[in-house]
């Protein structure tokens, strides 16, 4: 090797060096291109320059920089063109062969028939070659720039007049492939960063659908989504506790799967459109075994229609308690007060035409009626104390065969001889916790509904021991109880068929209060009923005994 060719090749090799530097100090493909163009201008004389990408999944060659004439020109002028396979386009052979090309005769080469070739002057005007006249270059460089061993686009450089060397051509294909290395690694970083920004825009958007999700579960309303085909798409918590139904039964399924009369509901819910205000309607809802009151809003969104609903079933309640005690209440008062201001009236205006006996009478009746008057207004009083609380109940032990024996004696007094009423205690019954006056309290009631109730059949009471506790049961022979009323009779003023309620006073208060104050004393009353067939209230109290082991397990332990 001379000397020359020595220097030749130490002046290529800092050449690529200081390519390789200023290309990789940017990681902007524009700014690339134009510092590419600035180490070429140094090396070779030229009027213009293209870079173009292969995409073999297209089959498409794209023009990806431009410059003619000292200007750099907009790339979307040039037309993306097909790669003709049979490599008779100067680009074409190039990717096809993968050789660099050098042409000192582009005008004829041009002339050649079968390849596509276009001519670009400074404004960017592109015109066919070589229909529309000669081409403006005399001399042109072909590199391919290749990946991994495949050809993924190709450099020209073409000059208007002279020739290229092929030493030339050798130094241009060492920048080229330069050129090629920092725009992928700066296509790269972009690809990246977007990726990255991709990543971290759906990571905050996951965020926020997980903060969302928390805050509806977090709010007291239930609140659940129904698309267009009527598929229940979300069930937040309160949902899912007010209805005793869980967002893995509900989502997914038909909302009539889990809410039957749905469709004649959702009637009568009023949907807001685009963002307008709505009213709510409180509708009755049977979900499962529950019967609710719901208050609903709806909206209908992009998705489907977001229905928010809160429970109004106890304040329902409550209002339905209210109205009930105000009817009842007064259609109670209303007898008695009217009995004695009669009586009252009568002994004012005519006392002198009254016998002595007549005047006892209407005095009695006064007394009576005032102790029915006092009676309810008692009622009324306790049934508050058990509902606020602040009722306490001690217990003792108490033996219930007497109890019931005397409670029945003395209620035998007051009832018409002809009341068949009788008492069975079994032998050893042992004694029961609870508080005497208050267990007496309850058997007068169910004895009184018996005999008010039970259609003047015998009145049986029994009194047996049962599992750890003592049992009273009262049974009467009368029509008894349907089976839908049974749990309701127990509820405040409730009071069961209309004409029982017109036949015989009563206030619907006494089944409550004696169940709630067995239940203070660790008893249960229940009733069982076959419509026809009589009616048995059973009251279960905790043994003495049992009660007092029950009291020294709680101390020790
Ligand atoms: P009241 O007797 O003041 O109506 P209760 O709470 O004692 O209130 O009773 C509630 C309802 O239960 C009564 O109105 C009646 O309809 C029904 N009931 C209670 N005892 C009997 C019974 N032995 N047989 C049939 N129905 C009964």
Redesign the pocket.
């Known amino acids: 090797m001379n000397e020359r060719e020595l220097e030749r090749r130490a002046r290529v090799a800092q050449l690529l060096l200081r390519a390789a530097r200023t290309l990789g100090e940017t990681v902007d493909p524009d700014r690339i291109y134009d510092r590419f163009h600035d180490l070429l201008a140094e090396l070779v004389l030229h009027d213009g320059v293209l870079v173009s990408s292969y995409d073999n999944t297209d089959g498409l060659i794209r023009c990806d920089y431009a410059w003619s004439d000292g200007t750099r020109l907009d790339i979307s002028v040039f037309p993306p063109v097909p790669l003709n396979r049979e490599g008779e386009g100067m680009q074409s052979r190039v990717i096809v062969s993968g050789e660099p090309l050098l042409f000192n005769d582009v005008a004829e080469v041009v002339q050649r028939p079968g390849g596509t070739y276009y001519d670009v002057d400074r404004e960017g005007n592109v015109r066919k070659l070589p229909e529309s006249g000669p081409p403006g270059s005399s001399a042109a460089m072909m590199v391919p720039v290749k990946h991994e061993g495949r050809v993924v686009g190709v450099v020209q450089v073409m000059a208007n007049s002279g020739s290229y060397t092929l030493e030339q051509l050798e130094l241009v294909d060492g920048i080229v492939q330069q050129m090629a290395a920092a725009v992928r690694n700066a296509r790269l970083q972009r690809e990246q960063r977007r990726l990255e920004a991709a990543e971290a825009a759906a990571r905050a958007v996951a965020a926020e659908r997980e903060q969302a999700a928390f805050v509806l579960d977090l709010v007291g309303d239930g609140i659940f989504l129904v698309d267009e085909a009527g598929i229940v798409r979300l069930w937040n918590r309160a949902a899912a506790q007010v209805t005793e139904l869980s967002a893995e039964d509900v989502c997914g399924s038909a909302l009539t799967d889990a809410i039957p009369e749905w469709p004649t509901l959702v009637e009568r819910i009023p949907i807001s459109q685009h963002g307008q205000s709505t009213r709510s309607v409180t509708l009755p809802v049977a979900v499962g075994e529950h019967d609710l009151w719901l208050s609903f809003v709806a909206v209908r969104g992009d998705g489907g229609t977001v229905y928010a609903f809160r429970d109004l079933t106890s304040e329902r309640r409550l209002d339905d308690e209210k109205s009930d005690m105000i009817s009842?209440i007064s259609h109670e008062l209303r007898t008695p007060m009217a009995a004695v201001y009669g009586a009252a009236r009568t002994l004012l205006e005519r006392e002198d035409e009254l016998t002595w006996e007549q005047r006892r009478q209407m005095l009695e009746m006064v007394a009576e009626q005032a102790t029915r008057l006092s009676e309810i207004t008692e009622?009324v009083l306790l049934a508050t104390q058990l509902d606020r609380n602040t009722l306490s109940v001690e217990t003792e032990p108490v033996d219930l065969g007497e109890l019931a024996r005397s409670t029945v004696e003395a209620m035998k007094a007051h009832l018409p001889p002809t009341t068949d009423m009788d008492v069975n205690v079994a032998p050893d019954v042992g004694t029961a916790s609870g508080a005497r006056d208050r267990i007496q309290q309850v058997l007068v009631?169910?004895i009184?509904?018996?005999v008010?109730?039970?259609g003047h059949t015998p009145v049986r009471v029994r009194v047996e021991p049962a599992n750890g506790h003592i049992r009273v049961v009262?049974a009467?022979s009368?029509?008894?109880?349907p089976q839908a009323?049974q749990s309701r009779?127990?509820e405040k003023f409730?009071?069961?068929?209309p004409e029982?309620?017109r036949a015989?006073?009563?206030?619907?208060?006494?089944?409550?209060?004696?169940r709630e104050l067995v239940q203070r004393m660790g008893g249960r009353l229940d009733?069982q009923?076959e419509p026809g067939a009589?009616?048995a209230?059973v009251v279960e109290l905790p043994s003495a005994e049992a009660d007092v082991a029950a009291q020294l397990w709680r101390l020790s332990s």
């Open positions: 009842t009622a009631n169910l009184d509904n018996a008010k109730y039970g009262v009467d009368g029509p008894g109880i009323e009779i127990f409730y009071r069961a068929g029982l309620t015989a006073g009563g206030t619907g208060l006494g089944l409550y209060i004696s009733v009923s009589g009616a209230f």
